[in-house]
Nanobody, 125 residues
Framework: QVQLVESGGRLVQAGGSLNLSCQTS????????MGWFRQAPGKDREFVAA?????????HYADSVKGRFTISRDNARNTVYLQMNALKPEDTAVYFC?????????????????WGQGTQVTVSS
């Protein structure tokens, strides 16, 4: 049974930091690309960041988070992380962890194979 369980979301003040985690099981984590999406109230889901697989995985970010967010993975722990710095109120959303064999699947998100349930991040001004 595939599971992706996000944690780390909470209320934080603008300018603060959070580190989201996504613990996974039920699939070969090291052979999958991992990523994060978010969905704010009344808005469509949007891509945030993705990381490839292998010894030196590539990373990719949405323009809105580039330079502030960092995605990383720990294959020994089957876990992917999203370090979020300099948070803004517009970062407020439910953040979802996602897994797929191909990085291209993260462009729109509709082809992503596995999803987590999400964790709420709220940034107050």
């Amino acid at each position: 049974q595939v599971q992706l369980v996000e944690s780390g979301g909470r209320l934080v003040q603008a300018g603060g930091s959070l580190n989201l985690s996504c613990q996974t099981s039920g699939f070969t984590f090291s052979a999958y690309c991992m990523g994060w999406f978010r969905q704010a109230p009344g808005k469509d889901r949007e891509f945030v960041a993705a990381i490839g697989w292998g010894r030196a995985p590539s990373t990719h970010y949405a323009d809105s988070v580039k330079g502030r967010f960092t995605i990383s993975r720990d294959n020994a722990r089957n876990t992917v992380y999203l370090q979020m710095n300099a948070l803004k109120p517009e970062d407020t959303a439910v953040y979802f962890c996602a897994a797929d064999r191909y990085l291209t699947s993260f462009r729109g998100g509709s082809m992503v194979e596995f999803w987590g349930q999400g964790t709420q991040v709220t940034v107050s001004s």
